[in-house]
């Protein structure tokens, strides 16, 4: 390879700078609510895996 003939070479390049912020604010009010959101969530999980049983069973 001759020298001389890459001495008209353009550099390139590229920057990329990427800042991703997420910010999610939740706002449960006061502990009771909190708490019937917890149970209620335990209790539909309860009454799936029952009715996932009986499923099973027949």
Do not use: C, Y
């Not at 003939?5 to 990329?16: F, K, L, P, R």
């Not at 990427?18 to 009454?47: E, H």
């Amino acid at each position: 390879m001759d020298p001389a003939a890459h001495n008209d070479v353009t550099n390139n390049e590229n920057s990329v700078h990427v800042n991703n912020q997420i910010q999610i604010t939740i706002n449960f009010g006061d502990a009771l609510n909190l708490l019937g959101l917890i149970l209620g969530i335990f209790f539909l999980k309860k009454l799936f895996l029952k009715k996932q049983a009986r499923i099973k069973q027949t």
